[in-house]
């Protein structure tokens, strides 16, 4: 998200452009109050670019909130970066002041693509809006109710089958994890699950992650936007919009599909219930256009796929590296269910080891630690500090969920910090902001969490997770990007 390498490496005629076309900003930077979060100065037009050039942010982070404080500034370009760290600060600012923290930041690409519509990108009335009518018509499609336990486990028994094909071989789980479930939201929001093998199922979630991959866009035209009008594609720009421009095509398309077979009376899924409320608005009506529609479907399919994928093969990770831990997962899992049925929802409560087990993975695996930026739609007065309108807001998740005053050696994977001397789990648990807080917390949280319970404990009734061999365990290293994602590896699934 604040990955600026491409600008930095840029050849000399570029760096030379850029440096000119810089100089017109200079005085932005003379505009802010005095009283602004403190941070480190940086340098002239470019800021504090150099300064997180081949480093790790999140460390770059806690470094500057030791020396500043909870809430601290850095200046990237023309964009003034406020940083909420802490518990206490990031709830004081997005649940206690939520009216004024809840913006989204004006970029270029939110200007072409999401046009201020949709759920993650937009701001608000359009977003409030579109946010009330999304979560009640998710809610009567079983979004966070047992009524969708079915669907997720016919998606589980396809997902078991494939693994188990594989025979215990080395096999990279990533991409079959992402197609199962995406299929989960297509199962939503278009009714119908797709095979594996459809050819625009592939493609659709190839271009969702290959987007998520060219996120560096993101940072350097939303500090730079001019640099969009250099020639060629150096930052990738034209083909993120081409890439969207595919993806709205596919969603187009299943609209159209509805639309020619939709019956009032028989509502059958998330896009459904849009055009039913479009037929009695108006298509003129901007929350229920085509384009809303469109858009919201695009913000369901990011939301509701690659963090949950990435939770998975984090905890496949975590489960190979620690094999004691798999084993008492799976001894509670046998205890609890046996091996005549799938685990179920009803299970969960009985089963606190696996609740231990999936918050640590979401706490250290950290899976979207910057969560995604907000806006100060005009001044803010925020701890005798002045947040100016303008400024981009990032909730820093990383400083609670690594807060050493809240988890003893946070850096280590230990379920067990979460479980009481009764074996039940101690609360804890619920300084884990993972989902984030406040208004603008994951839509998609209950669904999330119901899909690592059964996914999660299916894999582990009927497979021994194992190292590609002895000698290649999984790397901790992860790849920062809009999620933390384990680097790549490849395991074995042997059956039980």
């Known amino acids: 998200m604040l990955d600026f390498s491409l600008l930095l490496s840029a050849n000399p005629v570029t760096v030379a452009i850029v440096v000119i076309l810089l100089v017109l900003l200079v005085s932005l930077s003379l505009q802010w109050p005095a009283n602004v979060p403190p941070g480190p100065t940086g340098y002239p037009i470019v800021g504090c670019i150099p300064f997180l050039k081949n480093r790790n942010i999140l460390e770059v982070f806690r470094e500057l909130r030791g020396q500043y404080g909870d809430v601290f500034s850095l200046k990237l370009g023309s964009n003034l970066n406020v940083v909420i760290n802490g518990s206490e600060a990031l709830k004081e600012a997005f649940v206690k002041h939520a009216d004024v923290f809840s913006d989204r930041p004006k970029s270029f690409i939110q200007n072409n693509v999401f046009q201020n519509k949709g759920i993650v990108f937009s701001s608000g009335s359009s977003w409030k809006d579109t946010r009330t009518f999304s979560l009640s018509s998710l809610r009567n499609f079983g979004f966070g109710k047992r009524s969708l336990e079915s669907r997720i486990q016919e998606e589980i028994t396809v997902y078991l089958e494939i693994i188990e094909k594989q025979n215990g071989q080395p096999y990279d789980m990533k991409t079959i994890t992402t197609l199962a479930i995406s299929n989960i939201i297509c199962s939503i929001t278009f009714g119908n699950r797709f095979e594996y093998n459809d050819a625009k199922f592939k ?195 990383d400083s609670v969920l690594s807060d050493p005053e809240l988890f003893e050696n946070p850096y280590e994977f230990q379920p067990k910090r979460f479980l009481g001397e009764n074996g039940k789990l101690n609360g804890k648990e619920k300084a884990v902001i993972a989902f984030s807080s ?59």
Request: glycine fraction near 4%.
């Open 203 to 397: 493609r659709l979630t190839s271009l969702f992650a290959e987007n998520l991959r060219l996120n560096s866009v993101g940072g350097a035209i939303r500090s730079f936007p001019f640099l969009r009008f250099l020639p060629g594609d150096f930052f990738s720009l034209k083909k993120v919009m081409a890439n969207f421009k595919d993806i709205k095509g596919f969603v187009a398309e299943q609209i159209k599909e509805h639309r020619s077979t939709l019956e009032e009376i028989n509502v059958r899924d998330f896009m459904d219930s849009f055009l039913v409320e479009q037929m009695k608005h108006g298509e003129e009506d901007p929350i229920f256009d085509d384009e809303n529609i469109a858009i919201t479907v695009m913000n369901l399919f990011v939301a509701g796929t690659d963090t949950t994928s990435t939770s998975i093969r984090w905890a496949l990770l975590y489960l190979i590296r620690y094999k004691p831990i798999q084993d008492r997962l799976r001894h509670e899992i046998m205890t609890v269910v046996g091996t005549s049925r799938l685990p179920s929802l009803a299970d969960k409560p009985d089963m606190p080891y696996y609740e231990a087990f999936i918050t640590e993975v979401l706490r250290l695996g950290d899976i979207a630690p910057l969560a995604v930026p907000h806006a100060a739609r005009k001044d803010i007065h925020f701890r005798n500090m002045v947040i100016p309108k303008g400024s981009i807001i990032i909730p820093n998740l």
């Open 438 to 496: 406040g208004r603008r917390a994951c839509l998609g949280e209950s669904l999330a969490r119901m899909e690592l319970f059964l996914f999660m404990t299916a894999l582990l009734q009927r497979f021994e997770f194992l190292p590609e061999s002895p000698d290649k365990l999984p790397s901790f290293d992860a790849t920062l990007g809009i999620v933390r994602s384990p680097k790549d590896y490849i395991c074995r699934a042997v059956k039980l």
